[in-house]
Structure formats: structure tokens, C-alpha cells
């Protein structure tokens, strides 16, 4: 049984960063994507980035230049590195894990950006 688990949310001012990370247990093949999700309070989750495990990478407008998403050499765990934070990037932020044709969740951290 495939398992997420997130890390490294919390409460930043405006302008700061934080680095989430994400590790998995369980059986991880190789061919799979990893992503990270956010969903605001009365909102859609949204997808803010991903990356295969050929370490392509695909980032929504909105974080792109701010948020690097990043892997370990087993793909077994993947980060995100958020600089420039923002008010708007307050959400609590789901790790994902899409392989042969199954895919997984984690039960997401909050990520809170105010002064």
C-alpha cells in the first residue's frame, strides 16, 4: 500500500519561503509522476507542480520563477521549495503520486502566508 506523507508547512509572513517535502512508503515503480496540489478555503484543488521520474518538471503561472519542485535519486520523495511566498499561495498543499494508472494522495499540510 502506497502512503504520503507531507511536511514542512506552516505560518510565513509575506516574502519568506518554506520547503515542503513529501515522502512515500511503500512500492514505487519507475514511469511515475509526483506533484504537489493546493486547494484554498472555497476553492478548486489546483495542480502547482509536478515532476516525472525523468525529472521534467511542469509548474502552474502562477508559481512559476517562485516554486521549485525537486526529487530525490530514488523518486521516492519530492520537495517544493517556495520562495517569494504570497497571501494568495495560503492553502493546504497535497502531495500526489500518479503510477500505472493508479494514483494516491496525501492528507495535505497548511501552508499560511500574513503578516
Known amino acids: 500500500q502506497v502512503q504520503l506523507v507531507e511536511s514542512g508547512g506552516g505560518l510565513v509572513q509575506p516574502g519568506g519561503s518554506l520547503r515542503l517535502s513529501c515522502a512515500t512508503s511503500g512500492t514505487i515503480f519507475s514511469g511515475n509522476v509526483m506533484g504537489w496540489y493546493r486547494q484554498a478555503p472555497g476553492k478548486r484543488r489546483e495542480l502547482v507542480a509536478d515532476?516525472?521520474?525523468?525529472?521534467?518538471?511542469n509548474y502552474a503561472d502562477s508559481v512559476k520563477g517562485r516554486f521549485t519542485i525537486s526529487s530525490n535519486n530514488a523518486k521516492t520523495t519530492v520537495y517544493l521549495q517556495m520562495n517569494s511566498l504570497k497571501p494568495e499561495d495560503t492553502a493546504v498543499y497535497y502531495c500526489?503520486?500518479?503510477?500505472?494508472?493508479?494514483?494516491?494522495w496525501g492528507k495535505g499540510t497548511l501552508v499560511t502566508v500574513s503578516s
Open positions: 500526489n503520486l500518479r503510477q500505472w494508472g493508479m494514483e494516491y
Open positions: 515532476i516525472t521520474s525523468g525529472s521534467f518538471t
